[in-house]
Every structure is written in C-alpha cells, then in structure tokens.
DNA sequence: TTGAAAGCGCTAACAA
DNA sequence: TTGTTAGCGCTTTCAA
C-alpha cells in the first residue's frame, strides 16, 4: 500500500472517502457543532475560530453532503419540473428549451436544482405521482397539462406547492384559487394581430386556430372574436399547431371564402405552412393576402417567404416567472410574505406575460 | 381540533407525518429490518411476514425516505445533465429537447432522476462543479464542452463517471481512453451529402462550415474533402450554425465562384440562409445550384423552398446512448460487465451513430 | 428466517 | 459562544 500520509489537499485521491463534519471538527479543534454553524453562515461564532474552521475546511475540501442534510432539515432544493407532452410539439419548438432555461436561471440563482421529468405514457404517470409523492423534490413544476390531468391532484394530495404552466382548462379549474398558473396573454395578442389586420384595412380577415382542446388556442381565437365579433365562421378553420395543419386549414379557407384578404394563424408553425399554399394558390402575400402569426419562433418567423409578422412572447420569463412562484411558496412562511419580487404579494395569483406584434413583412 | 384517529389509507391528510418504515413495522408487528427486505425485494423473508407486511406498506401509503436510503447506500438514483451552451443555438434547435427526450427515456426506464443543469458563466462552473463533487449524482452527462473545458477534470477529480456528448476538441482528448464520448457520424454524413451532389453530376461544389472550432463543424468539412480532396479553396467559406451566417456565406461563395453548381451546408439553418441568398441572387434551385443541408432539422428542412435535401442523424438515440453508456458504468462493478445492451463488452468505448441522407428538393 | 443494534452525516435543541 | 446529545429514516452486519 502506498503511502498513508493524509493529503491535505482538495485534490485528494478520488477513491478517498469524502471529509465528513466530523473530521472537520477534528482538524479544527472544534465540535461538530460549530463546523456546521460556520458551514452554514456562521451566525454566533466567534471570528478567530470561524476562520480556523474555514480553514480546515478548505483544507480537507469539505463538502456538505446534502442527503444527511435533507435527512434532518426536510430540504431538498430541488424542483421537479414535470413535462406532459406525448412527444408532440414541445420537443421540436424552441418553447421547451427556453422555457426551461428561464426557469434553470431563476432556480440556479435560488440555489436549487432542476429535477426534469417527463410523462408520455400511464406507466410515467405513476413513476411521476410515486416521485412527486416520495418527498425528493420540494416542489414542481407543471407543464403542458391536457383535460382533466390527474398531477395537480398528485401534488397536492401529498402536500406539494406547484405552479402550472399554461391556463388549465378542465371544468372548475378556472375557479380553484390554489390552481396558480402561468401564462401568455394569448387573447391580448391575438387582438393585436387582428387589430393590426384591420388596420391595413383587410376587410376579409380569416384565422387558423390551433386545437380547440388546447387553452392557448382557444384564448388566441377568443381575440380574434373580440376584435371581429361578427365575423362569418367561414372564415374559421381549425389547424393542429403543425405546418402541415396550417396548410389544410389554409386551403379550406381559400376554397370556402376566395374573397379573403388576411389570414392570422394561431402559431408560426401554421402560418409557414398557409404562405406555402398561398403561394402555390398564387396569391402573393402580403399584397393579396396578409398574413401574421403567433409565437415568434424566430428560425420560423424570420426565415418564411416573406419573413412573418408575428406575435412574440416572452417564453423565457414565463419559465422565471413560473420558478419565482414557486419559489415564493417554499422560502415564505406563507403566502403573505416576500413582497418586491415584482410579484404581488397577498397569495399566490397567477401571472398572464405580456405579448407584442412583430412587424416584419408578411403583414 | 378534529378527529385524531389515524385514517390508515393512502390519501392521508398531507399534513400529517409521513409514514416509516418503524410504523410499518409496528403495523405488521415486525422488526424494522424485516420491513426494509420486503421493500427492497423481500429475498429471504417467508411468504407469510411477506404479505402481512406488503399490507402494511399499502394500508398507510408508506413511500421510502430516498434521502435516508441515500445516506447509508451512497447511490442516489440521480444523473446530472451539464449543458455549457451559453445561450445560443442549443436553445433554439430542437436538437437540445431531442437529446434530452432520449436520455429522460433511458434514464427513467432504469428508475433514474434527470438533474439538468445549465451552464452559462464562471459563476455557473462553479456551481456546478461544487455539486458534481457534492456527491449528489451517480453520474454525469457533458454537453457540448468547448476547447479545453474544466468539466471532465472536475468529475474526473471526485471519481464521478461521466459520458460526453459530442467529440471533445482539445489537444489530448483523442487519446484520453477515460473520456468516453457519443458523437453522430458527422464526417461520414458529410461524405454521404458531397458524394451525392457530385453523383448529380455538379462540378463546382462548395460548402459552409460551422464555426471551425467546433468538432462538428471540423468533421463535417473533412467529410467534404474527402471526397473532394483537390477541391479549390475558394469553394469553402466558414458560417456560424445561423441562417444569417449561411446567407453571408453563401454571398462570399457567390462572389468567389460565380459559376458554383452546388453548395453542402453544414447545417439545416445555414442552409436557409443560404437558398433565400440564392433565391435574392436569381439562381433557381436545385436547377442551376443544388443544396443539401445537415441535420434534418423538420422546422427547418420540411418548409424552406424548395425543401431541403439533407442529412439525418439521430438525436434522440444519442441521448440513449449517452445514458445506456452511464449507466453501464454505474451499475457494473467493473467497466467489462453487462455485455448485450448492444455496447461492447471489454471497458467503454466511445459510440459514432450513423446517419443518413433524406432526399427532398432541394437536390 | 428474523431481530437487535450500529451507524450513514448532518442539524438543532439544550446545557454549559 | 461553544459543546453535548438526540435524532432524521434507512440499510446492514451480526446473533439468535
């Protein structure tokens, strides 16, 4: 066996067992106890053994093992954020990759971790429930619920704080003040956009909504009803989120109202696949027909034939927005409490995220 | 204060203290210990106890504490996933969700939690490093490591086993047979684009290549001049993985060799730029230039004008990989075990998945 | 086959 | 201000 001398280095031999409190203590001269008072901030002790702790350690590259801790103080900063989407559309928008990033930045800064799970079939149901239930996450967050899902239930029968993203829309969610939710002002920018049309002076304005299972599509259509309430339902064609859906619905249009001279699809992706059979109708856009889209997915919108008016949101700050509520929940001893997060305080409410029209030249 | 019966069912108020495996015991009058193997599989403990104590276990919704099991099994049933992709293209390819999918789906059929953390300046490395050598994870998976990163050092210096994703770049890295990696076939698929626009009869055929410092990019290009090798130089210009950075490529090209027949762009979203600067410049596709592109990238490929002829690989079965890879190596005692998972036996190796080409219109 | 008991590494009363 | 001590809930020898 090679040579036994302890190595008092952070660079210790990897097969070495880690530096625990204990031997922190014994380096330092001091009980367990004031190791993990300096450990955790050091409130009440005295400076000249404060830094003598701090240095063994540094020394020994001590690091706090978080299971002992979570054993004793029922923490475990980490957030499950849970994912309900049957390989569709989240996985090929950039909206899953933003949305995570903005929740991973306000998480990370709050020092916890993101546990990422996600539902596609019954069986991940229960893996999920058996998870959220087994006390590993200290919250969760919730995305992409269809009908009557059956997770905020999971959660809050085991006593779970979370935070939904997207409007639930199941009977009676609506009305349920523990259901806080995430989401963009869809109605808002879809009057934006068909505000917008009507300003051009289209007096045909179609609209391809998404599916009308689906909150956001609903929402978004709901604003093109505010802005044309007696609009001829000829005019409405329901698309699936998808290019190709897009393309079906435009289609219809053109053959049910050929007079039409404006078209706002419910999501880039749709919209892509209207210009495609705009063009092949030969209708020029946006001189014959104007189009404008929803999402402002930009390697869609800046990069159609012509670029696409659009509407943006700001899917990165529902993903913080989403974390902060949450986090707001755990930290605060209850719901009346961290004021100045720019959240209002008095409960937890959900939040709507602001949209904007995105000029480019399709519209 | 209301009733105190205990209610022994599975919806138990959340308030109440989770049960124990001592509560269970004393439900099924056993000893803890007894408790704990029928949990864990129940080897050795006669039929009878067996089901007394599965009641039990049912009867009061009892779940195990993973923290306490963590503290004496140091297996955490966790994998990090370390993504060092500062903002950039990473979220907005789909190829970031795809990667992701496969490797949630590996992980979780192996009864593993997907850490996922984000990296995006020192401070974050940092962070991250702290909580590789926290002992909080199994395992880990690198993500799109740049020149020289300090994040295989780090894991390599706690005794963390990791996997990386993509070609590590670095001087070394090649011959580090520690550094175990999964890449698709990036040079062959390469080859396969170039070697079917020449097959189309295209004399002068260029190409945009990724930014340069960048594994993939540099395999890619090494693709084409292998099947081009006395290619003139002029017919290779550097973009940036962006549509904007193909379009500017593609404007060089042009003014370099007006008389260019064919282009292989890099990637799908170069490629987009690159047909609208052809399309601007009043070259018809495929008639008078061929494009092919790389990644197939459906958002993009599927709907630029005329369609993309590409190269496919497989995103999702990387990310398998990378995790099946991991997860060899956490379970078997020794690198040469579990044999049959499609991986060879005989210590980890490094996997290059195939790709392929997908014809469309484009060439 | 079962139980008793030690202990994983940490925090938090409580005493000193 | 510091130390002592009792657990947190689990697995795992070791004895019975």
Same mark, same amino acid.
């Given at each position: 066996?090679?040579?036994?001398?302890?190595?008092? $280095?952070?660079?210790?031999?990897?097969?070495?067992?880690?530096?625990?409190?204990?031997?922190?203590?014994?380096?330092?001269?001091?009980?367990?106890? $004031?190791?993990?008072?300096?450990?955790?901030?050091?409130?009440?002790?005295?400076?000249?053994?404060?830094?003598?702790?701090?240095?063994?350690?540094?020394?020994?590259?001590?690091?706090?093992?978080?299971?002992?801790?979570?054993?004793?103080?029922? !923490?475990?900063?980490?957030?499950?954020?849970?994912?309900?989407?049957?390989?569709?559309?989240?996985?090929?928008?950039?909206?899953?990759?933003?949305?995570?990033?903005?929740?991973?930045?306000?998480?990370?800064?709050?020092?916890?971790?993101?546990?990422?799970?996600?539902?596609?079939?019954?069986?991940?149901?229960?893996?999920?429930?058996?998870?959220?239930?087994?006390?590993?996450?200290?919250?969760?967050?919730?995305?992409?619920?269809?009908?009557?899902?059956?997770?905020?239930?999971?959660?809050?029968?085991?006593?779970?704080?979370?935070?939904?993203?997207?409007?639930?829309?199941?009977?009676?969610?609506?009305?349920?003040?523990?259901?806080?939710?995430?989401?963009?002002?869809?109605?808002?920018?879809? !009057?934006?956009?068909?505000?917008?049309?009507?300003?051009?002076?289209?007096?045909?304005?179609?609209?391809?909504?998404?599916?009308?299972?689906?909150?956001?599509?609903?929402?978004?259509?709901?604003?093109?009803?505010?802005?044309?309430?007696?609009?001829?339902?000829?005019?409405?064609?329901?698309?699936?989120? $998808?290019?190709?859906?897009?393309?079906?619905?435009?289609?219809?249009?053109?053959?049910?109202?050929?007079?039409?001279?404006?078209?706002?699809?419910?999501?880039?992706?749709?919209?892509?696949?209207?210009?495609?059979?705009?063009?092949?109708?030969?209708?020029?856009?946006?001189?014959?027909?104007?189009?404008?889209?929803?999402?402002?997915?930009?390697?869609?919108?800046?990069?159609?034939?012509?670029?696409?008016?659009?509407?943006?949101?700001?899917?990165?700050?529902?993903?913080?927005?989403?974390?902060?509520?949450?986090?707001?929940?755990?930290?605060?001893?209850?719901?009346?409490?961290?004021?100045?997060?720019?959240?209002?305080?008095?409960?937890?409410?959900?939040?709507?995220?602001?949209?904007?029209?995105?000029?480019?030249?399709?519209?």
């Amino acid at each position: 066996m090679p040579e036994q001398t302890p190595r008092p $280095t952070a660079e210790a031999d990897p097969a070495a067992p880690r530096p625990t409190l204990e031997s922190v203590a014994e380096r330092a001269g001091v009980s367990r106890a $004031t190791v993990s008072r300096v450990v955790n901030g050091g409130a009440g002790v005295r400076e000249a053994l404060r830094e003598k702790v701090q240095r063994a350690v540094e020394e020994l590259g001590y690091l706090p093992n978080l299971a002992a801790r979570t054993l004793v103080t029922r !923490r475990n900063h980490a957030v499950a954020v849970v994912v309900a989407e049957p390989g569709s559309r989240l996985f090929s928008d950039p909206f899953f990759a933003q949305h995570l990033r903005g929740i991973g930045r306000e998480l990370s800064a709050a020092d916890n971790q993101m546990v990422l799970m996600m539902v596609e079939d019954q069986h991940d149901y229960e893996r999920v429930g058996r998870y959220l239930a087994g006390g590993h996450v200290d919250g969760a967050l919730l995305f992409s619920l269809h009908q009557p899902d059956p997770l905020p239930q999971m959660a809050r029968k085991v006593g779970l704080p979370f935070v939904v993203g997207g409007r639930p829309g199941w009977p009676g969610a609506e009305s349920d003040r523990q259901l806080v939710y995430v989401d963009s002002d869809n109605r808002g920018g879809a !009057r934006l956009a068909v505000g917008h049309l009507r300003s051009l002076g289209r007096g045909a304005i179609a609209t391809i909504t998404g599916p009308l299972d689906q909150t956001s599509a609903l929402d978004r259509l709901d604003g093109y009803r505010d802005v044309l309430p007696d609009g001829d339902p000829a005019l409405v064609a329901e698309g699936d989120f $998808t290019p190709d859906g897009g393309g079906r619905a435009m289609a219809e249009l053109l053959a049910r109202r050929p007079d039409l001279d404006a078209v706002f699809a419910a999501s880039d992706a749709m919209a892509s696949g209207a210009l495609r059979v705009l063009r092949e109708a030969g209708r020029r856009v946006p001189e014959d027909v104007a189009v404008v889209g929803f999402d402002d997915v930009e390697s869609i919108a800046d990069w159609t034939e012509p670029p696409l008016t659009t509407v943006r949101q700001d899917i990165e700050e529902m993903g913080r927005l989403m974390a902060r509520l949450l986090l707001r929940r755990l930290d605060g001893t209850g719901p009346a409490s961290v004021p100045a997060t720019g959240l209002r305080a008095g409960g937890p409410t959900s939040v709507i995220t602001p949209t904007r029209l995105v000029r480019r030249a399709s519209a």
